[in-house]
């Protein structure tokens, strides 16, 4: 089962690809990482602190976001 498809997975992974190392490193430890990483750990691997992790997922996140709306838009 692929609910995204083969295109879309392929547009995800290429503005991941995109994305500045650490919030590459962060998306994919958030949501393609088995079994999911603590918010510790993430932060750990990230070299921030613990309560930093969603601000940053929120950034990046939005970074993201951008990214396949723009591909979308072209």
Known sequence: YDPLGA???CRL???IAELR???RLLVEQLY???PKPT???IAERLGV?????GALRDR???RLFAR???DLAA
Do not use: I, M
């Open 7 to 9: 295109e879309a997975q």
């Open 13 to 15: 992974r290429a503005a």
């Open 21 to 23: 190392p650490r919030c």
């Open 32 to 34: 393609f990482t088995q």
């Open 39 to 41: 918010y510790r750990a």
């Open 49 to 53: 602190a613990e309560g930093s992790v």
């Open 60 to 62: 990046c996140l939005k």
């Open 68 to 70: 396949l709306a723009d």
